[in-house]
């Protein structure tokens, strides 16, 4: 009898649990359903414009075997289109297509925004990890259509975008940033220590879309250091208050300076990559607590040094920005509360 109730309320806490975390993900757009699909390769099919008209219709998510396509193992395309039906600036958001078996790349607007897997003759598959790619809000016609196209390679047995949500989603809805950072930074591979001073000249430096990979923004595949820098602006107002700088999930360790201060890092920082070692610090939230005067009324400039050992770099994943110290505070003893109720069950 003990034992059935410990199981139901496992079973309880566990529903409990997941609609505390699924607070943070809120959808604005569902988009399963029918999409257009045509076997084959060409990159032209990545296009908005490009007329898809003459295509089949198969349902997403499922496996195009199960859609017509029985036996079929090589390229295919997926193509949507959808409208935004809300405001979505300043919000941190994520196209999330479930598994697709085998390998992938995605477009928005003609825009590629993620990858999964490599494509032959390099062939890697990657049919076991979830897609989830951020996108910025610059990248959406946010008054007419929007065009998602999506390059699948299949090496055999089931192929194409076949179970798990299917939308687009805001992260950290209930985490509300002052000062929104996501957007475009720059961006420069490499390591000079002078790059954290603020008046340092940055305009030749690429622009990348923060939160969002390095590797599908121009640096696929790149391994080592690489800083990033952005200007924004703060008024007199937000001064008075007591503020936590979060960046999000960063792959894989960081330092962070303001206005040439160093205001926080995860993982251990060295000049030669050879004594980087790594713990899971991709998976951490990055919250930096600031100190009073390191903000100052006008223009300021963070400046973000990443390592990356392998596989994607860079700040991956948001919310970025400015956030009240009591509303993170807030934030983190609500999930943190709620998770312990299984360590007072299951615990030593």
């Not at 016609?141 to 999506?150: F, H, L, Q, S, T």
């Not at 603020?198 to 030749?204: G, K, M, R, T, V």
């Not at 008024?235 to 962070?256: C, F």
């Not at 939230?285 to 005067?293: E, I, T």
Request: glycine fraction near 10%; charged fraction near 25%; aromatic fraction near 16%.
């Amino acid at each position: 009898m003990k034992r059935l109730i410990t199981v139901l309320m496992f079973i309880t806490l566990a529903i409990t649990c997941g609609k505390v975390n699924a607070e943070d993900w809120e959808r604005i757009e569902n988009l399963r359903g029918y999409w257009k699909f045509n076997i084959g390769d060409n990159p032209a099919w990545a296009d908005k414009n490009f007329d898809d008209s003459d295509w089949e219709k198969i349902f997403v998510p499922a496996s195009w075997e199960n859609e017509g396509f029985h036996g079929y193992n090589g390229y295919a395309w997926y193509r949507t289109t959808f409208t935004i039906s809300e405001n979505i600036d300043n919000q941190s958001l994520y196209l999330l297509l479930g598994y697709i078996d085998d390998v992938d790349e995605v477009y928005l607007n003609g825009k590629l925004v993620g990858s999964s897997g490599t494509f032959p003759p390099d062939y890697n598959t990657a049919y076991n990890v979830m897609r989830r790619y951020p996108v910025s809000s610059s990248y959406f016609d946010k008054k007419g259509e929007n065009v998602i196209a999506v390059r699948v390679y299949d090496s055999t047995l089931e192929g194409g975008i076949l179970y798990g949500d299917v939308g687009l989603y805001t992260y950290g809805a209930s985490l509300k940033t002052m000062v929104n950072l996501s957007g475009k930074w720059k961006f420069a591979a490499g390591d000079n220590k002078d790059w954290k001073d603020p008046s340092f000249n940055d305009s030749d430096w690429d622009k990348l879309m923060v939160p969002g990979y390095w590797d599908v923004q121009g640096y696929k595949d790149y391994d080592g250091f690489g800083w990033y820098r952005k200007s924004f602006e703060v008024s007199s107002k937000l001064l008075k208050e007591s503020l936590v700088l979060v960046l999000g999930k960063i792959d894989d360790i960081d330092e962070v300076y303001l206005n040439g201060v160093k205001v926080g890092s995860t993982g251990e920082m060295y000049d030669d990559p050879f004594f980087i070692e790594f713990q899971n610090e991709y998976s951490q939230f990055r919250g930096y607590y600031l100190n009073s005067g390191v903000l100052k009324e006008g223009t300021n400039v963070i400046a973000v040094r990443v390592y990356d050992g392998f596989k994607d770099g860079g700040i991956y994943e948001g919310p970025l920005g400015l956030v009240k110290q009591s509303d993170y505070r807030k934030y983190w003893k609500e999930k943190n509360r709620k998770k312990s109720i299984f360590d007072i069950i299951f615990g030593d």
